[in-house]
């Protein structure tokens, strides 16, 4: 038996999707910039996910852009937002909490001669508001807040933040990343002060290699890839239409079946919680309003990747704090005051549509034998 408890890192292909994937590739394998009955059959297929992606996040066809990852999205709409504003100033402001997909490039703006300001992380794996929108003035060009940490599952105050810099500053523009909350929370972008929302394929259940930016109509952007100038010259580089085909089913039915799906994964999360709390080598560390997809915690004294290989000896795959930052210390646990010790044997647990109570009960038992197996070892 094998239990998949680290799709936060990465999800398993949903099939039917994989096959649509398969299906273009072998049939409809024309560039959708081909004036040929073969690039018109793509170029359909190409509007059709754009259109599903659209209606996934309350947009228009026109704000979305296909791109090859989270990763991507996320340069895209802060190198090519920073460079389209620099004239009109220099400062851009971001949280502790950020993927390294939002902090690299504006550590690379900073060295650039950028004006940077990160916000701190408070233990609850949030950001105070009144902080991060102090650190807003004039000069500030950029806003960028994840909405639900990677970590620990912290959903952080992304509306409310955004809507209040827009009504102070309207001329500074707001990023989002999504790749956490994308078919898991939903959101009417026609609505929200969010001009840059970047959301990831694979962590939704279709294949790696595929990733979208939403871009509010009107902002101020220049693309980072210059060439053949598809997408509206926004992301030049021919479409992969087989994984874009993926992304929009994969979007469509995300949205079908989310309530249900998130009531599934709060019953095993609320479930796992509280046989862990009975524990008390245990530290939960996810806040308690965090998504019903995450679940942090720490087994004291026993270091995490050797839970993780304990845990993987019986079929069950978790994550040892991101699997971004492999082997380093978790910047997040950190900056949330979690002692070294405690973020040295942290375990992230991440769920999916596909995972069952059944697994979550494997689960809580083969901890509890690894705890004690672990600890008669050393
Ligand atoms: N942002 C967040 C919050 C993530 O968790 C990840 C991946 O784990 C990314 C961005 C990067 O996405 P991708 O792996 O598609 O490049």
Request: glycine fraction near 6%.
């Amino acid at each position: 038996m094998e239990i998949y408890f680290d799709n936060s890192a990465t999800t398993k292909t949903d099939e039917e999707v994989a096959k649509l994937a398969y299906d273009v590739m072998v049939n409809d394998y024309g560039n959708p910039s081909s004036l040929h009955q073969k690039g018109f059959d793509a170029e359909k297929i190409f509007v059709k996910a754009k259109k599903q992606l659209a209606s996934a996040m309350g947009a228009k066809e026109e704000e979305i852009f296909f791109t090859s990852c989270g990763t991507e999205s996320d340069n895209l709409a802060i190198l090519g937002s920073c460079m389209a504003l620099k004239k009109r100033g220099n400062r851009i402001v971001t949280t502790a909490l950020e993927h390294p997909a939002v902090l690299e490039p504006i550590k690379f703006l900073e060295e650039m001669g950028f004006e940077v300001v990160i916000v701190p992380a408070n233990e609850k794996g949030q950001v105070d508001e009144e902080k991060f929108l102090s650190a807003v003035n004039e000069k500030t060009i950029l806003a960028s807040m994840m909405y639900v940490n990677n970590e620990v599952g912290s959903v952080l105050p992304v509306e409310n933040v955004f809507k209040k810099i827009k009504a102070k500053y309207p001329l500074c523009q707001t990023h989002c990343d999504f790749v956490q909350g994308f078919g898991k929370i939903k959101l009417n972008l026609s609505k929200l002060h969010i001009d840059f929302l970047a959301i990831s394929g694979h962590k939704i259940h279709a294949p790696k290699g595929i990733g979208a930016l939403y871009i509010k109509k009107g902002s101020k952007i220049r693309p980072i890839l210059y060439g053949g100038g598809q997408q509206g010259k926004m992301r030049s580089g021919t479409e992969s239409v087989p994984l874009i085909a993926a992304l929009g089913l994969a979007a469509e039915k995300a949205y079908k079946t989310l309530e249900q799906d998130e009531k599934n994964m709060a019953e095993i999360k609320a479930y796992i919680t509280e046989e862990l709390k009975a524990l008390p080598f245990i530290k939960i560390n996810s806040p308690e309003t965090s998504v019903p997809c995450i679940l942090n915690f720490s087994a004291l004294n026993v270091r995490s990747e050797i839970m993780l290989h304990f845990l993987e000896s019986n079929g069950i795959f978790v994550s040892s704090g991101s699997a971004c930052s492999k082997g380093e210390a978790s910047p997040v646990l950190k900056a949330m005051g979690i002692k070294k010790s405690e973020a040295d044997s942290a375990i992230r647990l991440s769920f999916s549509r596909y995972n069952t109570m059944e697994e979550a009960k494997i689960f809580v038992d083969a901890l509890k034998e690894g705890y004690n197996t672990i600890l008669k070892v050393k």
